[in-house]
T-cell receptor, first 112, second 114 residues
């Protein structure tokens, strides 16, 4: 059982470039979220989704877009990367019954 | 706004010693509370959770946590720490009425010395 799969694991971007971080889950969870993790700041919620076709903003949504066309996939798009977006990004899916979040392994993004 | 606070950024304990990691919450109603662990280079894994009922909660890897309403705390404990427990620990809670969103504390990094 794969759980939550994130790709890529590492990425270096130049300022102004765009890219998509991929997230897929195979647990049929309705809820999915994207977090960024920065030293001393814990995890901060970027965007989340409560089901296919439904997304909403979290704490720090600026500079990021999401969509949810299927239950399984929840990609995160950076339209024009900035150095302030250098971070480790985690995707999570939430078992709404158990209220337990399952996390991917993370994507370490560096913007130069 | 609700929040969870972890006052200790870094803690060092000797292997075999007991451990307590602090977490304070600010909520109006009884919150749901979680502890997650993150090993280096890994995602987060749920250690334990509190919903209601018994205020002492048992989790995986020998961890337990106690919910104390009077102190607004949900501290994580382990009687005897192993070197493999070295990791970062996060206290967390869902937003009331919206379990699709979880807010995390800033984390406590645990170092275990021989």
């Amino acid at each position: 059982n794969a759980g939550v799969t994130q790709t890529p694991k590492f990425q270096v971007l130049k300022t102004g470039q765009s890219m998509t971080l991929q997230c897929a889950q195979d647990m049929n969870h309705e809820y999915m979220s994207w977090y960024r993790q920065d030293p001393g700041m814990g995890l901060r919620l970027i965007h989340y989704s409560v089901g296919a076709g439904i997304t909403d903003q979290g704490e720090v949504p600026n500079g990021y877009n999401v969509s949810r066309s299927t239950t399984e996939d929840f990609p995160l798009r950076l339209l024009s990367a900035a150095p302030s977006q250098t971070s480790v990004y985690f995707c999570a899916s939430l078992d709404s019954g158990a209220v337990e979040a399952f996390f991917g392994q993370g994507t370490r993004l560096t913007v130069v | 706004a609700q929040s969870v606070t972890q006052p200790d950024i870094h803690i060092t304990v000797s292997e075999g010693a007991s451990l307590e990691l602090r977490c304070n919450y600010s909520y109006g109603a009884t919150p749901y509370l979680f502890w997650y662990v993150q090993s280096p280079g890994q995602g987060l894994q749920l250690l334990l959770k509190y919903f209601s009922g018994d205020t002492l909660v048992q989790g995986i890897k020998g961890f337990e946590a106690e919910f104390k309403r009077s102190q607004s705390s949900f501290n994580l404990r382990k009687p005897s720490v192993h070197w493999s427990d070295a990791a970062e620990y996060f206290c967390a809670a869902p937003y009331p009425g919206g379990y699709q969103k979880v807010t995390f504390g800033t984390g406590t990094k645990l170092q275990v010395i021989p």
